[in-house]
């Protein structure tokens, strides 16, 4: 029978030192993830965890990851060459097809930019979508900015707002919380908008409570969740939530469903 | 009223002398402190028709009933004759159909907590192991306490006896059904001696340190700790209170069984009888064992004995304690404790 | 079919059948959580007497489907090797409310996410499921109130008698099985119409949102101490957590075991995150939790509550919390929210 459970070995062909925490490793893989998708890396004696998928392409997947524990911290240590286990993609994706005809805003705190990197570049890379994308990241200094370079380049194509939490000398870009920005989003058509907010709860609750100052609905609200997994595969039950499922029916939920999961 | 009573005979009929001289108290033992309840009945009986009406609990757990003429002895010898016969059923048919009450007092009342028939801690049935010891000990002259607890907790006070039994249980791991919550780990840490540990998210357990109270049966989730069902007890020995030098006991076996603590038990006898000072009206076997030292007291001990193979017996014994009659001259008074009324 | 089997008989049948394992409620003597009492679990049998009919496991049968600590994979440096894969025929002896259990584990690990979970479903299909007919309930079920008192799907089911069994027996294998033993009868399997617990399952739909946040929660939090002994036992908590141990000196060796082991979310850890974040942090919210997934998130999942009312978590639990009376309390609410009028 087919085991969901057996990983496979993945050659690290690249590292990319993001900031003092975070990592973008770049995998061998032949998975094709749709974005917000997430998988499931490993190393053999010291654990699982779901990961975001932040790049795809032909035989390779990105992954960005943050060393907080036991973990992530021994992939921080890993060197190109060495391998890592993946299984998956798991999860619903972002609806990117519902987006197409829309205004598609996304706003991303910290390292939840990871999990909508897929998504950005994929509008950004078609010129006539790239017209309809705004991006707006919050992240908490300018040494926690990700993908800086990239999001330099994004900022060239359309309307690209980055804050950091509180004032540096060694920046002069916008300062304040990602929600007080949220009224320079440039919206032309309220009706048809999505938005897509992803980050940690606080913020997406406050983040969405501007969207909807602004007029946007919950229906046009998307947010991408994060909960304790231990399998991903809707079986250990760590991430449920009310009836569903984060790494299963999520972890990306339209704002009207995710207002009714009560931890 | 002519009153000519033989004090040392009376005495060791389980009366007791009292301060007032027509008047004699009568001690009933209870082994195991456990009673059927009707047995009450003769009590409050023998309380209220010869007696003051009174009764006292003893700290051994037995009964005291006193306010009794010494002319009522003879018959109420006779009418406790039954519960005697009940309460010490390997008594001889001759101590039982002469019907003059208890044989012997030197030996006390075998007290026990409420053991397992109650408290979820014990770890046996104290009551009956105490039934079990009063039958190999009693009836004997020679003063000595024995008391029966079901864990290490000690709530009878069995480090207050010249031999103390504590119940022990001998944890056993199912590493399979272990979900590793930790919640032996850290209660063990928390309440008892911290022989618990994770490792690999299961747990492994210290021999050197577990006690056997059978904490971590009682709180695992799923039973991956249970008891082997062998009982093992740890024996305390020579802990006494008293005016010359009270002290707690102090271990002197470990895991051993049933059989090792009653044949213990018995041989303490022999060597009582072999040492006691025979100039004292009456000496008690913890400061024997100071004259003879400790070796030659654990050598009676054990003697005959086939030890099982988890028993670990004491190689020396450092007891704890103090002597009266240290020097308080200089103790703090009331007017040097600052703040002192 | 129905034969009445004597003692002899139906272990003659448990020693010849090749290949087959008997698995039931057995008593292990002495190993009770209390000095001298005996554990009543899911064990093997081997004779008609190993079968405890008058007392409930304290852990379910769940224990031989959903091991509590199963091996997924095993990693030797170079491969990934699944363990070996058995194929005895597993008989099962159980009761009317836990082979409902095992249907509700079912939705989950045959039924829900991508796909069918391969360790359970291994085993899974190698059950064969006899019910125990339960003559009278035990004091803390309440299968009656969750329609769990009555079943069909076993394929065979037994009442105890004095010297033997009467089995009536309802699928081909059973059949194959005993044919040639024991004697042909007559008897109808009885049903428990009542229980002692008496509970009042509120209708989802009436089941607002307002409950979950209720002042009734917090007294759980005073009370629970988060043992998790509720979810051990219960037949129908399927929830797990991975670990991994590696069997190398050398952090970079591979050679590891990665297994799974039961969680609960009584327990402290259940939603744990890197970096600190957690959920319901108080007892009364992993109450609530626990209650809501029992007999309302489940039932809008599959259909059909979860809790099977075996009544263990009432047995079980060291702070005498009846989840029982807990469904009651969130009936009286749903009932009182019913009665009074908006205003
Ligand atoms: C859908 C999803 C996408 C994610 N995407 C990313 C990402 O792109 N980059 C990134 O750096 N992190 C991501 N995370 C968080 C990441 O999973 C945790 O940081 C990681 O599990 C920590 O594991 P650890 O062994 O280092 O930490 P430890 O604290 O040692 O955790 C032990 C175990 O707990 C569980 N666990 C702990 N924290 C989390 C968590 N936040 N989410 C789920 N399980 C957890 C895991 O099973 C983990 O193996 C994501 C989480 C989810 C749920
Ligand atoms: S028996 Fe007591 S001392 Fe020994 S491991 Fe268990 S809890 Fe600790
Ligand atoms: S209490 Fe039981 S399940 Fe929990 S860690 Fe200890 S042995 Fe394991
Ligand atoms: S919740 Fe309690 S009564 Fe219901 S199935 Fe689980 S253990 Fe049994
Ligand atoms: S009640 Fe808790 S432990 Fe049981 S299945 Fe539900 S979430 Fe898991
Ligand atoms: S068994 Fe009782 S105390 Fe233990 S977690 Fe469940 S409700 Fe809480
Ligand atoms: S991660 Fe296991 S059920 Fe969702």
Known sequence: MNNAWVPVANRITDIIKETDVEYTFTLESSIRPDHGQFVEVSIPGIGEAPISVSGTGDGWIQLTIRAVGHLTCAISTCKVGEQLFIRGPYGVAFPSALYENATLVVAAGGCAVAPVRTLIRSRLADKKLAANTRLLFGFKNPESVLYKDEIDEWSKLVQTIVTIDKEACSWNGRTGLITSHVADVDIPDLSQTHVVIVGPPVMMKYTSAQFFSRGIKQEQIWLSFERRMACGLGKCGHCKIDNSYVCVDGPVFRYDKALHLID | ?341 | MKKLLQKDEFDALLSTSSGVQFLGPVRLKGRGRFSDTDLIKYGQIKSFTDIVWDSKTYLSAKELILPITETLLDFTGTTVVQPPVEDAILVLFLRACDIHAIERLDAIFLNNGPSPDPYYKQKRDRFKLVLMECAVPFDSCFCVAMGTNTVSNFGAAVRCIEDGILIDIRDEWFTSQIAGSGTDTEFELQFPQQNGADVHVPHIKEMQEQLFTHEMWDEYSKRCIACGRCNTSCPTCSCFSVHDISYGHDSNSKIARRQRVWDGCHLDGFTDMAGGAAFRIECGSRMRFKTFHKIYDYRKRYGVNMCVGCGRCDDVCPEYISFANCINKVNDLVNESRSTPDE
């Open chain 2, 1 to 341: 009223m002519i009153r000519d009573i033989n004090r040392k005979k009376t005495v060791k009929n389980a009366w007791r002398i009292t301060k007032n001289r027509a008047l004699t108290c009568l001690r009933i033992r209870v082994p195991g402190g456990h009673l059927e309840a009707r047995h009450l009945e003769l009590m409050k009986k023998v309380a209220e028709i010869y007696g003051n009406g009174t009764v006292h609990l003893t700290t051994r757990q037995g009964f005291e009933i006193p306010g009794i003429p010494f002319e009522k002895m003879a018959e109420i010898n006779n009418l406790i004759t039954d519960y005697i016969a009940f309460t010490g059923q390997h008594l001889s048919t001759e101590v039982i159909s002469s019907r003059e009450g208890y044989p012997a007092a030197g030996t006390r009342n075998i007290s026990a907590c409420i053991g397992n028939r109650v408290c979820p801690f014990a770890n046996f049935d104290t009551t009956k192991m105490a039934l079990e010891i009063e039958k190999t000990v009693y009836p004997n002259d020679f003063h000595v306490k024995i008391a029966v607890t079901g864990c290490p907790n000690d709530c009878i006070k069995a480090h207050m006896q010249d031999i103390g039994v504590i119940g022990q249980a001998l944890p056993e791991y199912e590493t399979q059904s272990c979900i590793g919550c930790e919640a032996c780990v850290k209660n063990c840490r928390k309440k008892v001696t911290g022989a618990l540990s994770m490792v690999d998210f299961k747990v492994e357990r210290d021999p050197r340190r577990c006690i056997g109270c059978g904490e971590c049966v009682l709180v695992c989730p799923t039973q991956a700790w249970t008891r082997n069902p062998q009982k093992f007890f740890r024996l305390v020995v020579m802990g006494r209170t008293g005016k010359k030098n009270p002290r707690l006991a102090a271990p002197f076996a470990e895991w051993v069984t049933a059989k090792v603590v009653l044949g213990i038990m018995e041989n303490l006898y022999p060597y009582i009888q072999q040492y006691i000072d025979k100039s004292l009206v009456k000496e008690h076997v913890g400061y024997i064992v100071d004259r003879t030292g400790y070796q030659v007291f654990r050598d009676w001990l054990l003697r005959g004995i086939t030890l099982n193979p988890e028993a670990r017996i004491a190689p020396t014994m450092q007891w704890s304690g103090y002597m009266y009659g240290y020097d308080t001259d200089a103790w703090d008074t009331k007017s040097t404790i600052p703040g002192s009324l």
